[in-house]
Every structure is written in structure tokens, then in C-alpha cells.
């Protein structure tokens, strides 16, 4: 609930940033930083900031002389079209709820992290990547791990398990299918980050499918789900992260050669190149190859 308010705080921050302090939102592409809220309650507008030393933009924490001269720099540049007291007090309300909903969300965080002290907890934090945090996250959508009866029925719980998504005529292929909750799916996507650094397992994993040609943000989705077995083999086991446990079970399968099938679709028929249909699924049609019942 904090975590939403916040992020609803910081729409409506930007929003008015666009009139009041565009340049600001340069530095903002990858959110906004604790150091950039900081810079907002001294100069909340482009106006007060271009106005403002160099030296004294530099004293605020993380922020260089040399970025102090550049943002001091674009204030005065500033094509900003809202300046004057009332913009500013509004500014300046928005960025002390915001840092007061930071320290909060920080407050609770531990909170949580001290004030929980399951067997299950403290056993998934025996995984190099999952924290006391993570744990907790984990748990409290797991309850049970009774409740799934395998590892697929908890992927289809997290709603990264694939499925065949088609858009049509567009492109399709196998995705996550991201139903039902996304925290838990965010709390997993953190796992996977801190894992590849450092987890050697999960790291040795994620340069595989890289070399077979999937792309990160794919091979992050794949170790997700492969951390979310992980887990369910942990508590189902009751036993703690074993590395050497997964290379054996990975070791038993050996690669088989995918089953040539018919196309269930068009058993009944042959391919008409002459059918109503647009050039990708013509050109689909001409390279399916058509094979016997």
C-alpha cells in the first residue's frame, strides 16, 4: 500500500516537474533518486534553481561540482512555463510526503525482517540471492508448500509458467504468462538480479541461455522460474540450498530430439497459397512444411 502510494506521489511529482523544472527530468530515466528529492526541496523550481550557486548545488549528497554546474546550467536554460509560490509550495509538499513515504516503507521493511523468525524463512535465506526480505515476500504468497502438489502448479500460482501467446497476424511464440498477482513476480525478478551476480549456479545458468541466443530480459525470466523450483525443492525437502543437488537432477535427463508431429490444425486440408490471407501468413504457409497423417 506504501509502495503504491509512493509510486502514485511520484506520477503526479513528474507531472508537474514538466511545467515547473523540465530539465530536472533528465536525471530522472531511471527514477527518481533520493539526492534528486533532496535538490527538489531546496530548488523546487527552475526559476529558484537557476538562481542558486554552484557550490551550494554541490553540498546536497551525490551530487557533483561538475553535475551541479551542468544542472545549474540548464535552470537558466529553462524553457519551464509555471514558476512562483504557489507552484513551489506544491512541489515541496509532494517531495517531504514522498520522502516521508521512503522512510516509512524502510521502517516497515525491517521491521518485518526482525519481527519474522520462521524455520522457512531462515531456511530460503540459505539461497545466495534471497534476503531476510525476499524471504518474507516469498513465504507470505507460499503460505504452504503443501498447497501445490508440483513445481508447475506453483509457476501457475506465480504466473511465470510459458504459454503460447499469439497476437493474430503479428508474432507469437512461448511467453511468461504473468496471471494473477505481479509483487510475488517482482520479488522473484529481484531474486533473479541479485543471483546472477552472486549465485555461480544461477550465474552459469543465465550465461548458457545467453550463448544459445535468448536475450537477457528472456534468460531473466527463465531463471525466475528456475529459482521458483528451487524453492519449492527446499521446502518440500525440508532441506537447505545444495548446488550439487540440481547439476545431478539436471545430469539424470538427457537431451531428446523434439518429435516431428503433424499440424493438428490443417490435417484436413492442404495449404492454399490462393486463400484469403495476408502476406506474413502466406509466406508462414509456403515454409510449413506439410506432413503426411
Known amino acids: 500500500m506504501l509502495s503504491k502510494q509512493k509510486t502514485q506521489m511520484l506520477n503526479h511529482l513528474e507531472s508537474i516537474l514538466y511545467i515547473a523544472n523540465p530539465e530536472i527530468l533528465i536525471y530522472c530515466k531511471n527514477g527518481v533518486r533520493l539526492c534528486t528529492l533532496k535538490l527538489l526541496l531546496n530548488y523546487p523550481t527552475a526559476n529558484s534553481l537557476a538562481r542558486a550557486r554552484v557550490s551550494s548545488i554541490s553540498k546536497i549528497p551525490y551530487i557533483s ?19 512562483g509560490h504557489n507552484i513551489e509550495e506544491i512541489i515541496l509538499d509532494l517531495v517531504k510526503q514522498i520522502i516521508s513515504l521512503i522512510n516509512e ?54 504466473g511465470i509458467h510459458p504459454v503460447f501467446k499469439d497476437s493474430g497476424d503479428g508474432l507469437s511464440g512461448i511467453r511468461m504468462s504473468k496471471r494473477g498477482r505481479k509483487e510475488p513476480r517482482h520479488i522473484l525478478f529481484n531474486v533473479a538480479r541479485i543471483s546472477i551476480v552472486h549465485n555461480p549456479l544461477i550465474k552459469e ?46 545430469n ?5 530430439e523434439p518429435k516431428i508431429t503433424a499440424d493438428i490444425k490443417r490435417r484436413y486440408q492442404l495449404i492454399d497459397s490462393d486463400a484469403p490471407i495476408s502476406r506474413r501468413q502466406n509466406k508462414k504457409r509456403k515454409e510449413k512444411e506439410i506432413i503426411p497423417k
Open 65 to 83: 561540482e561538475t553535475l551541479a554546474e551542468n544542472i545549474s546550467k540548464r535552470a537558466k536554460e529553462s524553457i519551464a512555463s509555471a514558476s
Open 105 to 158: 516503507i524502510t521502517k516497515q521493511t525491517k521491521l518485518l525482517e526482525s519481527s519474522t523468525n520462521l524455520p522457512q524463512v531462515e531456511l530460503l535465506k540459505t539461497f545466495n540471492g534471497i534476503g531476510a526480505y525476499s524471504a518474507v515476500g516469498l513465504m507470505l504468497e507460499i503460505v504452504s508448500v503443501n498447497r501445490f502438489r508440483t513445481s508447475k502448479h506453483i509457476a501457475s500460482f506465480f
Open 205 to 250: 545458468i543465465y550465461t548458457k541461455h545467453l550463448k544459445k541466443g535468448m536475450n537477457k530480459m528472456a534468460a531473466i525470466g527463465a531463471i525466475m522460474h528456475k529459482i521458483l523450483r528451487i524453492v519449492y525443492g527446499m521446502l518440500k525437502n525440508n532441506t537447505t540450498f545444495n548446488p550439487e543437488v540440481d547439476r545431478d537432477n539436471s
Open 252 to 256: 539424470r535427463f538427457k537431451e531428446i
